[in-house]
């Protein structure tokens, strides 16, 4: 498999490979750092984790291919990825490839674990449901992706493709992250405002285990931004 589809480490059955195969042709060319092999890596996390949990790893392993799967919409439109009206896209596009193979009401727990991905601790929302087994797995999985050296090379991309800045000489003012708002700021101020804050917020055992130690790179790396940048905001 790893011949036709990069870096697809992951056994999955044949009647994954025209899911696969859909999320390559969409998403291999995207460039702010939520593309086709953020999407593998995503579902090979999300399918390790599933594993170890003992939850289905078959919704795991979809919901972490499809999760980005409308991020170029997003950028070229505003609309939210996970939104409303992604969901019912994603319905659409993907019921007749997967509702045979996962049934009608799996395929809904995929749906609803992308469609509650982009929740944070730390923006808030203290009156939201209780997260699902699904969500969980999910949110851990994209998180881990998002943090140490693989989560440093994908900031740059995606300040890169947003236009932003490496740093500013502004006093940082405390600020979270927003997933419903345009990128705005710089990369540097992107580590404080999400990076840094998402090992805190790992549901299960097993993502607090595996973004522990890429947690701690990042730490390292910030602090050597600083030095170099002679920054001292923190």
Not at 62 to 83: F, I, M, N, P, V
Request: aromatic content about 10%; cysteine-free.
């Amino acid at each position: 498999m790893s011949s036709k589809f990069p870096f697809v480490r992951l056994a999955f059955p044949a009647w994954f490979e025209p899911v696969m195969e859909k999320v390559w042709l969409k998403m291999n060319d995207d460039s702010t750092g939520h593309d086709f092999l953020h999407a593998v890596r995503v579902m090979e996390l999300a399918a390790d984790l599933a594993a170890e949990l003992q939850a289905d790893k078959e919704i795991a392993m979809t919901a972490g291919l499809l999760h980005d799967y409308y991020r170029k919409e997003e950028k070229q439109t505003g609309r939210l990825h996970y939104g409303h009206e992604a969901i019912d896209e994603l319905r659409r596009e993907f019921e007749s490839l997967l509702e045979p193979f996962l049934d009608e009401v799996r395929f809904e727990r995929v749906l609803q674990a992308i469609s509650r991905h982009e929740e944070y601790p730390f923006t808030g929302g203290d009156d939201r449901a209780p997260l699902s087994i699904d969500e969980q797995i999910l949110q851990d999985a994209d998180r881990i992706d998002a943090i140490g050296a693989i989560g440093i090379g994908r900031t740059f991309m995606f300040g890169g493709a947003h236009g932003l800045s490496l740093a500013d000489d502004e006093e940082w003012s405390g600020g979270v992250f927003d997933p419903d708002q345009k990128p705005s700021g710089s990369v540097y101020r992107h580590f404080y405002e999400k990076l840094l804050n998402l090992s805190d917020g790992m549901h299960t055992v097993p993502g607090q285990r595996m973004a522990a130690e890429r947690h701690q790179f990042l730490v390292h790396f910030v602090r050597q931004l600083e030095h170099e940048l002679k920054l001292d905001h923190r």
